[in-house]
């Protein structure tokens, strides 16, 4: 059982940037793939970007060039950093753990097995 804390949501006017934290119970160290998804309002959930350990990544389309995620093994923290936000990506943003031993070349929500409560990001325009 792994348990996951997100924080750093918050506020922010449209081009203004963020960082995302996730805080794992255990060491991340021994997680190979952890990421990040959203869910906006009515929307279903959607992947925003995944991390192996031996440091692959992989983005959504719509967050290419805008986002970077990162982890520190170290710490157990997993983060999202996110700048040019728009209104489109004011979400609940959840950080998750994948079962297996690789990230997948496509990211399901239904890989993940361990979830955090969320951090909400508002963006106005």
């Known amino acids: 059982q792994v348990q996951l804390v997100e924080s750093g949501g918050d506020s922010v006017q449209a081009g203004g940037s963020l960082r995302l934290s996730c805080q794992a119970s255990?060491?991340?160290?021994?997680?190979?793939?952890m990421g990040w998804f959203r869910q906006g309002p009515g929307k279903e959930r959607e992947a925003v970007a995944q991390?192996?350990?031996?440091?692959?990544?992989s983005y959504a389309d719509s967050v290419k060039g805008r986002f970077t995620i990162s982890r520190e093994d170290a710490a157990n923290i997993l983060y999202l950093d996110m700048n040019n936000l728009t209104p489109e990506d004011a979400a609940m943003y959840y950080c998750?753990?994948?079962?297996?031993?690789?990230?997948?070349?496509?990211?399901?929500?239904?890989?993940?097995?361990?979830w955090g409560q969320g951090t909400q990001v508002t963006v106005s325009s």
């Open positions: 255990t060491g991340t160290f021994t997680i190979t793939c």
């Open positions: 998750a753990v994948r079962r297996g031993s690789s990230c997948g070349a496509r990211q399901y929500p239904t890989d993940f097995v361990f």
């Open positions: 991390i192996a350990r031996d440091g692959y990544r």
